[in-house]
């Protein structure tokens, strides 16, 4: 799906997003919309800004200068809840999970943190606009492939089942953006598929739009529709994979040496 589609407004639009720290600008006005139902990948090298644009287009981080939009609502400089509130929910590299609360549990902290918002109700309790499989714990134990540890704690879980927890975290907030930072990290090959199947899976079922960072490149080009990639706080590119991988600026600045390393044997 195109970012231009036109007569649809952005699901989020960042203009012209700048964070400083100090004297380091860690990400140097980047420009991005993100169009319901789209897949988008972003990649660069170690210290490009993809958390720090990540951060700030959640609300974690505020922007030096710049403006975003959420639902066609502004946003900047807003703190984290105002943005998940209008339906953004996001991971971090590593997954904040309550180690000491079944996993059941963690999910339903989810749950009542979604309905603590405003929403319009048919029946009590329920939410016609609210993906049945959004639901219950249960229902998103199931979908992320959780159920068997439903009664576990999260603590003992495995780091890559942590990392899917997270995710059912995110979900129960009923969110229509879902940023994913690094969700495959220290996962194997074959979890790695895994992960990506699932998260093309939840943006079809789910109808999400859903803004992946990751650093195992080969694995996102396959997945996503879209590539943003940024090198030393800019955005160099933005396309198709296909337009990405023969982009001459992205391979010279990133992706050569990137595809080189995780093609040899």
């Known amino acids: ?40 990948g972003i990649i660069g090298p170690n210290g ?30 807003q703190g984290p809840h105002r943005f998940a509130a209008n339906g953004l929910a996001r991971t971090f590299q590593t997954p ?12 339903a902290f989810g749950l009542k943190f979604a309905g603590r918002r405003p929403r319009k109700y048919i029946f009590w309790g329920e939410e016609a606009s609210v993906p049945w499989v959004l639901r219950t714990p249960e229902s998103i134990l199931g979908l992320i492939g ?46 790695l598929e895994e992960m990506a ?6 943006r079809d079922e789910l109808d999400l739009t859903v803004v992946w960072i ?13 590539v943003i990639v940024l090198h030393q706080g800019r955005k160099i590119a933005d396309g198709t994979p296909a337009e990405v991988v023969r982009n001459a600026e992205v391979v010279e600045a990133y992706l050569g040496d990137e595809m080189n390393e995780e093609t040899a044997p």
């Open 214 to 226: 990751e650093h195992a490149v080969t694995t996102l080009l396959r997945h996503v529709e879209r």
């Open 146 to 191: 959780l159920s068997a540890q439903a009664g576990l704690p999260a603590a003992a879980i495995t780091p890559s089942q942590q990392r899917l927890l997270e995710i059912g975290m995110a979900l129960a907030t009923r969110p229509r953006l879902l940023l994913l930072d690094e969700v495959a990290a220290g996962l194997t090959e074959a979890e």
């Open 96 to 107: 904040r999970v309550f180690g000491d609360m079944a996993v059941r549990d963690n999910i």
């Open 197 to 202: 199947r699932l998260i093309r899976r939840l």
């Open 1 to 40: 799906m195109s970012s231009e589609t036109p007569n649809i407004p952005p699901l989020l639009d960042a203009r012209e997003v700048t964070v400083r720290f100090g004297g380091l600008t860690a990400v140097d006005a980047v420009s991005a919309r993100f169009m319901p139902g789209e897949l988008v």
């Open 48 to 77: 490009a800004g993809k958390t720090t644009f990540f951060n700030a287009i959640s609300g974690v981080t505020r922007p030096t200068s710049g403006q975003l939009s959420v639902r066609g609502r502004e946003l900047a400089g």
